[in-house]
Nanobody
Framework: QVRLAESGGGLVQAGGSLRLSCAASGRTFSTYVMGWFRQAPGKEREFVAAIRRSDENTYYADSVKGRFTISRDNAKNTVYLQMNSLKPEATAVYYC???????????????????WGQGTQVTVSS
């Protein structure tokens, strides 16, 4: 069982930045693909970004490419999402997710992730 805890959400003006963190329990963090998803009010949950295990290949939704950066620190069991140039449409609850160990399927689908955090609210004001 992996427990995930997000932090770093809050209220920011359009054009501002936030850095989300997700701390994971367990001893095999480096074997998980880690992802960030978000869900805005009245909308389905959508993929934001993912990072593979030790090689740190990264994947982004087109809507955030060039503005968001996902990274991980395997020594700290933590994954980050740096969000720059935020837009009001980024307002959502952001969820951290972890795959099963050595997962190599579709990183963009929430069905590829076995563990989820409780989410952290990000609100971008215009």
């Amino acid at each position: 069982q992996v427990r995930l805890a997000e932090s770093g959400g809050g209220l920011v003006q359009a054009g501002g930045s936030l850095r989300l963190s997700c701390a994971a329990s367990g001893r095999t963090f480096s074997t998980y693909v880690m992802g960030w998803f978000r869900q805005a009010p009245g909308k389905e949950r959508e993929f934001v970004a993912a990072i593979r295990r030790s090689d740190e290949n990264t994947y982004y939704a087109d809507s955030v490419k060039g503005r968001f950066t996902i990274s991980r620190d395997n020594a700290k069991n933590t994954v980050y999402l740096q969000m720059n140039s935020l837009k009001p449409e980024a307002t959502a609850v952001y969820y951290c997710a972890a795959s099963l160990p050595y997962y190599s399927g579709n990183y963009y689908s929430d069905s590829g992730y076995a563990y989820w955090g409780q989410g952290t609210q990000v609100t971008v004001s215009s």
